[in-house]
């Protein structure tokens, strides 16, 4: 093999591009021109220590900060998020580590959360429980195993179930980046399998999905592509075919240098 | 549909419900009503007469009101502590304009809007100063019953008005005028409660703001909205309190504040917010309004009333403790 023609490069343009991104709060550099960028069907791992900047790059992304300098393309075309609803209007749901279920609502007033349908009587507008319950039972029963029984409040729900709510949540609605920070870090090892699974299916229904993840087996287990940051900085990428959990641990630890 | 537990959509059958500690919480106002007339029917068969259900009815209007916008504030996880001296601001307003004189109509609509603003101004404060809801609305009780008796000099003003007379008097059958709008209102609030995006914004908002925000929903707005609306009910309450005692008062109406608090507790509102009903607060009204009336046609001295009162509204509290 020849100096690293990147195994299983796929072609085309990717979905997300993010070049030279910076941003600082006050003295602190938490991202120094990191570039990187996620594709179409697609699992793109993010990895490296506690204050890589994983999590203020995925903010940047999803429009809670705003980058100090570099672009961020999304789908061909140049974004200035104002807000996370600016994101999410352009197709890019967030899964925040803490999910951000309200435990009080049931599952279908959660994956409806801000985006009630409602019907019109006159002046009035009447939120459509039926057809949102309808929809909803439609989007867990897509992404299958374990399905929550809709009606039921999310207090009442496992772990594993909320995460899946959750990402259900996020890749309904024609969303096409899914951002994942930490899915599995709270979870036990038969709830983890069946989110990686809930992750799998997202990537092959044609979602980009963006995995953190501290769990380098699971990196190597589940993503196609790895992009490692160190001290604010993304300091290498590898095709997840072409490396091995070794090599991303060097990466991450700085032992490898690109 | 492969999955066994999509079957399992539909809710559970009644009959493990009425196993669960947490049922009876959640119907406890209920319960403790329907125990109550029972009580009081054996130890006095006037109770159930229909001219004191009518007498009853007609002075739980005014309480009825006042708890469903105290339910609006606590399932915002909030208070609103202000909301009786907001009702005596409103009747004061009322009373001065309508000797101005301006008419009733217009007396009315000043009265409304006067507590209005003075739901805002703790809508605002709240939201934007971030300055607990307690510390605000305490203030506004201060404030409003003070603005109170300096509108009115402290002096009360006798109001005899035919439209606010029948208000009092009148009404359909054993259902007065002022317990069939307060029932409106609890009508109207159900349906903004459960069936508007506002109204899951505002449990969402109290169950978990942060997800609430995460989610792009202003929480800030669905606050100030809340006290809003619990100034608006507390000048509609103005209304049916000025029509029941003939006057406008500057007078300090605590027991309405504690009242309201308590009819919500009873109604299985959490007080943490997130989560509650119209109809429990409703039945809360109902079920201290029932509890004073009971004991004054026992002949139990006033003054054991607001013991009764204290008692019943501690023992919701404990049993909220079981609710799932």
Known sequence: MTARPNPGTPAGEPLLDCRGVSLAFGSVRALVDVSLSAREGEITAIVGDNGAGKSTLVRCVSGIHRPDSGHIEFDGAETSFHSPEDAREAGIETVHQNLALVEDLTVWQNLF??????????????????AMRARAKEMVSKLAVNVPAVRSRVRRLSGGQRQAVAICRAAGFSSRLVIMDEPTAALGVQETARVEELIRALRDEGHAVMLISHNFAQVIRLSQQVWVMRAGRCVGGRRTAGTTGEEIVALVTGALNR | MANATL?????????????DA??????????????????????????????????????AAILIVLAVGQTFVIATAGIDLSIASTMTLGAVVLGQAYSAPWG???????????????????GVIIAWGRIADFIVTLGMLSAASGLALI????????????????????????????FVIAVVVALVAHAVLFHTRFGTHLLATGGAPESARAMGISTQRVKIAVYTISGTLAGLAAI??????????????????????????????????????IIGPVIGALLLVALVNGLTLL??????????????????????????
Do not use: H
């Open chain 1, 113 to 130: 959360l801000n985006r009630e349908v409602v019907r019109r009587l006159g002046p009035l507008a009447v939120l459509d429980r039926r």
């Open chain 2, 7 to 19: 079957a399992a959509d539909d809710r559970e059958p009644w009959t493990s419900r009425l196993r």
């Open chain 2, 22 to 59: 947490g049922f009876w919480a959640e119907w406890a106002a209920l319960v403790g009503l329907v125990v109550l007339v029972v009580v009081f029917q054996v130890l006095n068969p006037t109770f159930l007469s229909t001219g004191n259900i009518a007498s009853m009815l007609l002075a």
């Open chain 2, 104 to 122: 009733l109509p217009l007396s009315c609509l000043l009265a409304v809007v006067a507590a209005a603003l003075a739901g805002m101004v703790n």
């Open chain 2, 151 to 178: 509108l009115a000099d402290g002096k009360p003003v006798t109001i005899i008005d035919p439209a606010l007379l029948a208000l009092s008097t009148g009404g359909l059958g054993i259902f007065g005028w002022s």
């Open chain 2, 240 to 277: 049916l309190l000025v029509a029941r005692i003939g006057a406008a008062e500057p007078a300090s109406n605590t027991s309405f504040l504690l009242n309201s608090v308590a009819a919500v507790v009873l109604g299985g509102v959490s007080l943490f917010g997130g989560r509650g009903t």
């Open chain 2, 299 to 324: 002949g139990v001295s006033q003054f054991y009333q607001p013991l009764a009162v204290g008692v019943v509204v501690v023992l919701a509290a404990l049993l909220t403790r079981f609710q799932r």
